[in-house]
């Protein structure tokens, strides 16, 4: 483990963190980060529903030694009935660089795993290049591209065999 990644511990999230997700998302809803991520909107509904709820959906976050979440993770699917879940990643702008990002997916694939997965599948923006660099170096790999919601850009499936 190297000197970063002692920075960050990883856990799923629950009831008691309800407050921070609330801070975490209102800070983080802006334009340089939602334009990236934006699986859903990042609102207190949101967080109150992730930490609150009952859902068969895995919801992570990374926590600085202060109790601050720098970084979300998630498994999503299987709600809606899906076998292979979708991996989510969002880390707080000011924290980016740190291996915060490949931490919690390392969490996310192994709780994957450990559900008894066979594969994890991740929708990326073609042009996002720190995030198509970490998931191929974590062995995603293009499963299919074409046109994005946002007019002139491209998204890209990747899996990963577990």
Same mark, same amino acid.
């Given at each position: 483990?190297?000197? =970063?990644? &002692?920075?960050?511990?990883?856990? /799923? ?5 309800? @407050?921070?997700?609330? !801070?975490?998302? #209102? ?18 509904? =949101?967080a &109150?529903?992730?930490?609150?709820? /009952?859902?068969c959906?895995?919801?992570? @976050?990374?926590?600085? !030694?202060?109790? #601050? ?16 879940p ?41 042009g ?25 850009r ?9």
């Open positions: 483990m190297s000197r =970063r990644d &002692e920075e960050v511990s990883v856990r /799923a999230l629950g009831p008691a963190d309800r @407050a921070e997700l609330e !801070r975490f998302y #209102r800070e983080n809803n802006r334009p340089d980060v939602t334009a990236q991520f934006h699986p859903f909107p990042l609102t207190d509904e =949101r &109150e529903f992730i930490a609150c709820a /009952a859902h959906d895995e919801y992570y @976050a990374a926590f600085s !030694r202060e109790g #601050r979440i720098v970084g979300m993770a998630m498994l999503r699917g299987w709600d809606e009935g899906y076998e292979i979708s991996l989510g990643v969002v880390v707080d702008l000011a924290c980016r660089g740190r291996g915060i990002g490949r931490r919690l997916c390392d969490w996310a694939i192994g709780r994957a795993r450990e559900r008894g997965c066979r594969r994890v599948r991740l929708t990326v923006q073609a996002n290049a720190p995030a198509l660099k970490l998931y191929r170096s974590l062995g995603f790999r293009e499963e299919s591209r074409g046109p994005a919601a946002e007019p002139g491209e998204r890209l499936v990747m899996m990963k065999d577990l």
